[in-house]
């Protein structure tokens, strides 16, 4: 049953902001980007002064400022019924709000809805090195990771969303029977990609387009970060950046004399969830959620991936837009994001997809019919997926329950009981290897299984075992599936053992 117009959501407004003044600490902060960003999805101050919600998403570079969406309303002139924050910074985050937006307007809980963050790393890190010692150096993501008691994992370095994908790189090229040098090969492909659609567009951060050598390739300005990924395989958390987009009904949006070839329409959303415990996941190579999230939002819109012009594939690592585009069948000639991803567009934190919204309708308002938007947070833990376009269709079925956990449930496997400090034979299920800022090895970890695969564990191998290192990371074997056994080091540390690898 087709809704009435007053109960029909569309993106009636977008704006983003990059602030990159001469002097970094001079920038703004995180809520003064997401005023900016939002102000200009309203130039005209068609929609702000009446808004019945505003929504923001998390940041981390300024946490004094606390939940930011009263602060916003109060910037930009507005007496919203609701004001509210995510409660973490995730990327997941703004197709999640653009998803509640819509059905809260189908609802009839709201006539006007504004969703806006930014991400001020840029000025927060400069600030702090005139505050403190020349030689600070600030990683504000993986501070936020480990303000926590610490965990077991933890000894293994094991904290950030860095260390964890990896994980999920290597384990799904090993899946995929991929040689290494064939997967870096795909990895810099969909990244040279992104370098050229960052290129050609306003908002995004770097303008440098990359050829698949130069980003695949480490060396002193491409440094390795945790195998296999190298700096330009990353997000990149340094920038001061905002965005921003109100969502109205049909209705309003026509009494404002908003033309419909502005109007995008919001379909049906899906969101499933990995457990929160890394180690407590079934498998790294492949994940249920995801795919439970991209395949039923195509599903509740009744459409297929040979419908979707455009689609933004969540990039903050290569294993995501890989894994992604395996799960909806997305051709590796296509292009897989239309802001430029999350090295070359910029990485601000939990609000990359809000970015993402913005050019997603910029490209529907001049050609196209329909776009679809993959969103991740965490570490692979939360992901959203959601159509937007230029069909009013899109809205039949709204307001809906956008939850598709109990049916990624179904489809998930069994759950390695997780071991502290086992010692025995094992295989590798998984691996990384972590690196210095100077390119130098810190240590490779080893995820390994039981023989009969019932326990997952931990082990390192050292820097000083050069021909271990070079057993994961030179391509000539693929490590996932070899055996070897856990052992107690020379030194006895908190439990962690060291892996020696079966030379038989």
């Known amino acids: 049953m087709a809704l009435a117009e007053d109960r029909i959501p569309v993106i009636v407004g977008v704006g983003q902001v990059n602030d990159r003044p001469e002097e970094p600490a001079a920038g703004l902060d995180s809520l003064g980007l997401m ?67 819509a059905n809260m307007i189908a609802a009839g809980e709201a006539t006007s809805v504004a969703i806006t963050g930014g991400e ?8 702090a090195r005139e505050a403190g010692p020349k030689d600070t150096k600030v990683d504000a993501v993986r501070a936020s990771s480990i303000a926590r008691k610490q965990r077991y994992t933890d000894l293994f370095r094991l904290t950030s ?39 050609g567009n306003d908002g995004a951060w770097i303008h440098a387009p990359r050829t698949v050598e130069e980003i695949i390739t480490a060396d002193a300005s491409n440094r390795p970060i945790s195998f296999p990924y190298t700096k330009l395989m990353v997000a990149n958390s340094s920038v001061n950046q905002g965005a921003a987009f109100i969502v109205a009904n049909l209705a309003a949006a026509k009494a404002a004399g908003m033309a419909e070839s502005d109007l995008i329409y919001i379909g049906r959303g899906a969101h499933a969830e990995e457990p929160a415990n890394v180690m407590a996941r079934d498998v790294f190579s492949h994940s249920v959620s995801l795919s439970e999230s991209l395949s039923k939002a195509l599903e509740f ?33 296509k292009p897989m994001s239309v802001f430029g991803g999350l090295t070359f567009g910029g990485g601000p934190i939990a609000n990359y997809m809000s970015h993402a919204v913005v050019e997603m309708v910029l490209r529907l308002r001049t050609s196209g019919r329909y776009g679809f938007l993959f969103a991740n ?14 069909d009013p269709k899109l809205a039949d079925g709204l307001p809906h329950d956008f939850d598709v956990q109990a049916a990624a449930e179904t489809s998930r496997g069994a759950v390695p009981a997780f071991e502290e400090g086992y010692q025995g034979e094992g295989v590798i299920e998984t691996y990384t290897v ?16 039981t023989p009969d695969g019932a326990k997952r564990f931990l082990a390192k191998i050292p820097a000083e075992d050069e021909a271990g290192i070079a057993f994961l990371t030179d391509g000539a074997v693929e490590p996932v599936g070899t055996t ?9 540390e908190q439990n962690v053992m060291y892996w020696e690898r079966n030379l038989a």
């Open 377 to 390: 947070g965490g570490f692979a833990t939360y992901t959203h997926s959601i159509v937007i376009g230029r």
């Open 120 to 127: 001020a790393l840029r000025t927060a890190a400069a600030r």
């Open 434 to 449: 972590h690196y210095k800022r100077d390119g130098s090895v810190r240590f490779g970890v080893i995820v390994g299984r």
């Open 301 to 333: 819109n009744d459409l297929t991936t040979e419908d979707m012009d455009y689609a933004e594939l969540y990039s903050c690592f290569p294993c995501m837009p890989k894994m992604a585009r395996r799960v909806i069948g997305w051709p590796l000639e």
């Open 35 to 101: 005023v900016e960003a939002l102000r200009r999805a309203d130039e005209e101050r068609k929609w702000l002064p009446g808004l019945s919600a505003v929504l923001t998403v998390a940041q981390i570079a300024f946490p004094d400022l606390g939940d930011c969406s009263p602060k916003v309303a109060e910037a930009i002139g507005a007496t919203p019924s609701l004001c509210r924050q995510t409660k973490y910074p995730m990327g997941d985050s703004p197709v999640r709000l653009l998803n509640e937006a």
């Open 484 to 492: 070897g056994q856990a052992l107690p080091g020379a030194e006895a």
């Open 161 to 199: 969303p860095v260390d964890i994908y990896p994980l999920y790189e290597n384990a799904c090229r090993a899946e995929w029977g991929q040689s290494l040098e064939e997967a870096q090969r795909e990895s810099g492909q969909i990244w040279s990609d992104f370098s050229r659609v960052a290129d």
